[in-house]
Protein backbone atom coordinates (compact mmCIF):
# COMPACT_ATOMS: atom_id res chain seq x y z
CA UNK A 1 0.00 0.00 0.00
CA UNK A 2 3.13 2.44 0.62
CA UNK A 3 4.42 1.23 -2.54
CA UNK A 4 1.46 2.66 -4.32
CA UNK A 5 0.87 5.73 -2.71
CA UNK A 6 5.34 6.72 -3.16
CA UNK A 7 4.76 5.85 -6.88
CA UNK A 8 1.38 8.18 -7.30
CA UNK A 9 3.48 10.71 -5.25
CA UNK A 10 6.03 10.88 -7.95
CA UNK A 11 4.58 10.77 -10.73
CA UNK A 12 1.80 13.89 -9.52
CA UNK A 13 5.70 15.19 -8.60
CA UNK A 14 6.61 14.95 -12.59
CA UNK A 15 3.64 16.00 -13.92
CA UNK A 16 4.20 18.98 -11.89
CA UNK A 17 7.60 19.38 -12.89
CA UNK A 18 6.77 18.94 -16.28
CA UNK A 19 4.87 21.23 -17.04
CA UNK A 20 6.60 24.69 -18.16
CA UNK A 21 5.21 28.69 -17.57
CA UNK A 22 4.25 28.75 -21.43
CA UNK A 23 1.92 26.08 -21.00
CA UNK A 24 -1.14 27.88 -19.54
CA UNK A 25 -1.84 31.26 -21.42
CA UNK A 26 -2.85 33.57 -18.60
CA UNK A 27 -2.63 37.01 -21.31
CA UNK A 28 -3.63 36.23 -24.29
CA UNK A 29 -6.68 38.85 -25.09
CA UNK A 30 -5.98 40.82 -28.20
CA UNK A 31 -6.24 44.68 -27.32
CA UNK A 32 -9.90 46.56 -27.36
CA UNK A 33 -10.38 50.14 -28.25
CA UNK A 34 -11.08 51.97 -24.86
CA UNK A 35 -13.43 54.89 -25.81
CA UNK A 36 -14.54 57.45 -22.42
CA UNK A 37 -17.14 59.53 -21.98
CA UNK A 38 -16.70 62.65 -20.40
CA UNK A 39 -18.84 66.16 -20.05
CA UNK A 40 -18.75 68.51 -22.76
CA UNK A 41 -19.24 71.74 -20.04
CA UNK A 42 -16.66 70.24 -17.61
CA UNK A 43 -14.19 68.23 -19.63
CA UNK A 44 -12.69 66.33 -16.57
CA UNK A 45 -15.93 64.67 -15.72
CA UNK A 46 -16.68 61.21 -16.75
CA UNK A 47 -20.49 61.56 -18.02
CA UNK A 48 -22.21 58.19 -19.46
CA UNK A 49 -24.54 58.75 -22.61
CA UNK A 50 -28.17 58.38 -21.82
CA UNK A 51 -29.18 54.61 -22.86
CA UNK A 52 -26.75 54.08 -25.03
CA UNK A 53 -26.56 51.02 -27.81
CA UNK A 54 -23.20 50.34 -29.89
CA UNK A 55 -23.75 47.89 -33.10
CA UNK A 56 -21.13 47.23 -35.07
CA UNK A 57 -21.70 48.94 -38.73
CA UNK A 58 -21.88 45.67 -40.09
CA UNK A 59 -24.18 44.10 -37.92
CA UNK A 60 -27.48 44.08 -36.64
CA UNK A 61 -27.07 42.65 -33.17
CA UNK A 62 -26.19 45.17 -30.62
CA UNK A 63 -22.93 44.73 -28.24
CA UNK A 64 -24.47 46.83 -25.94
CA UNK A 65 -28.26 46.29 -24.16
CA UNK A 66 -29.05 48.84 -21.79
CA UNK A 67 -31.89 49.33 -19.41
CA UNK A 68 -34.27 51.80 -20.76
CA UNK A 69 -32.83 55.56 -18.83
CA UNK A 70 -29.92 53.75 -17.49
CA UNK A 71 -26.64 56.00 -17.52
CA UNK A 72 -23.65 53.98 -15.99
CA UNK A 73 -20.89 53.24 -18.12
CA UNK A 74 -18.25 56.19 -18.62
CA UNK A 75 -16.04 54.02 -19.80
CA UNK A 76 -16.45 51.57 -22.98
CA UNK A 77 -14.25 48.34 -24.30
CA UNK A 78 -14.59 47.48 -28.21
CA UNK A 79 -13.53 44.98 -30.04
CA UNK A 80 -11.20 45.40 -33.11
CA UNK A 81 -11.33 43.20 -36.25
CA UNK A 82 -7.64 42.17 -36.81
CA UNK A 83 -8.15 40.76 -40.17
CA UNK A 84 -9.56 44.08 -41.67
CA UNK A 85 -7.85 47.59 -41.25
CA UNK A 86 -11.25 49.21 -40.13
CA UNK A 87 -13.55 48.65 -37.83
CA UNK A 88 -16.53 50.65 -37.39
CA UNK A 89 -19.22 51.16 -34.73
CA UNK A 90 -22.97 52.94 -34.80
CA UNK A 91 -23.26 54.50 -31.02
CA UNK A 92 -26.70 55.33 -30.44
CA UNK A 93 -27.66 57.53 -27.75
CA UNK A 94 -31.83 57.93 -26.44
CA UNK A 95 -31.81 54.35 -27.41
CA UNK A 96 -35.42 52.84 -27.72
CA UNK A 97 -35.80 49.19 -28.95
CA UNK A 98 -39.61 49.00 -30.58
CA UNK A 99 -40.95 46.09 -32.56
CA UNK A 100 -36.97 44.85 -33.46
CA UNK A 101 -36.43 48.36 -34.55
CA UNK A 102 -33.94 50.62 -32.52
CA UNK A 103 -34.12 54.39 -33.07
CA UNK A 104 -31.91 56.86 -31.39
CA UNK A 105 -29.79 59.41 -31.71
CA UNK A 106 -26.94 57.69 -33.74
CA UNK A 107 -23.47 58.66 -34.42
CA UNK A 108 -20.57 56.17 -36.52
CA UNK A 109 -16.69 56.14 -34.96
CA UNK A 110 -14.30 54.25 -37.13
CA UNK A 111 -10.74 53.71 -36.78
CA UNK A 112 -8.17 52.58 -38.98
CA UNK A 113 -4.81 50.96 -38.60
CA UNK A 114 -1.90 48.42 -39.36
CA UNK A 115 -1.46 45.28 -37.76
CA UNK A 116 1.39 43.60 -36.24
CA UNK A 117 1.50 40.09 -34.44
CA UNK A 118 3.27 40.29 -31.40
CA UNK A 119 4.26 36.83 -30.34
CA UNK A 120 3.42 36.04 -26.31
CA UNK A 121 4.18 32.83 -25.49
CA UNK A 122 4.06 29.05 -26.63
CA UNK A 123 0.55 28.63 -25.22
CA UNK A 124 -1.07 32.16 -26.38
CA UNK A 125 0.75 32.64 -29.65
CA UNK A 126 0.34 35.88 -31.40
CA UNK A 127 -1.73 38.53 -30.61
CA UNK A 128 -2.70 41.45 -32.34
CA UNK A 129 -1.18 45.22 -31.94
CA UNK A 130 -2.67 48.01 -34.05
CA UNK A 131 -0.26 50.53 -34.97
CA UNK A 132 -1.00 53.81 -37.54
CA UNK A 133 -4.34 54.05 -35.75
CA UNK A 134 -6.58 56.82 -37.36
CA UNK A 135 -10.08 57.82 -35.98
CA UNK A 136 -13.07 59.42 -38.36
CA UNK A 137 -15.94 60.82 -36.83
CA UNK A 138 -18.58 62.70 -38.89
CA UNK A 139 -20.18 65.55 -36.63
CA UNK A 140 -24.55 65.33 -37.88
CA UNK A 141 -26.14 68.27 -37.61
CA UNK A 142 -27.94 67.42 -34.33
CA UNK A 143 -25.33 65.02 -33.07
CA UNK A 144 -25.46 64.10 -29.74
CA UNK A 145 -21.56 63.90 -29.56
CA UNK A 146 -19.95 67.17 -29.37
CA UNK A 147 -16.17 66.59 -30.24
CA UNK A 148 -14.22 63.52 -30.12
CA UNK A 149 -10.67 63.58 -28.93
CA UNK A 150 -7.72 60.89 -30.22
CA UNK A 151 -5.54 60.12 -27.84
CA UNK A 152 -3.25 57.55 -29.12
CA UNK A 153 -1.71 56.21 -32.96
CA UNK A 154 -1.15 52.85 -31.33
CA UNK A 155 -3.76 50.05 -29.57
CA UNK A 156 -1.56 47.64 -28.06
CA UNK A 157 -2.90 47.46 -24.59
CA UNK A 158 -6.72 48.58 -23.91
CA UNK A 159 -5.97 49.76 -20.00
CA UNK A 160 -5.38 53.39 -21.45
CA UNK A 161 -7.81 55.61 -22.99
CA UNK A 162 -7.49 56.01 -26.94
CA UNK A 163 -10.60 58.16 -27.73
CA UNK A 164 -12.63 60.36 -25.41
CA UNK A 165 -15.87 61.52 -26.87
CA UNK A 166 -17.40 64.55 -25.08
CA UNK A 167 -21.16 64.94 -25.09
Known amino acids: MRR ?10 FIQVGCEKDDIC ?9 ISFRDAAQPDLPKAPESLWIIGADSTKPLTN ?4 SSESTEIWLPIDPTSSKTT ?12 QLSGSVEQLAISYA ?7 KACGFTP ?3 Q ?3 TWIEQSKSWIKSVTWTTTQIT ?3 SIHTIIYH
Open 115 to 121: TEPKFLS
Open 26 to 34: IAGDAPRWH
Open 66 to 69: PVPG
Open 133 to 135: VEG
Open 4 to 13: IGYWLLLAVF
Open 89 to 100: FNLIAFGVLEND
Open 157 to 159: EDE
Open 129 to 131: QYF
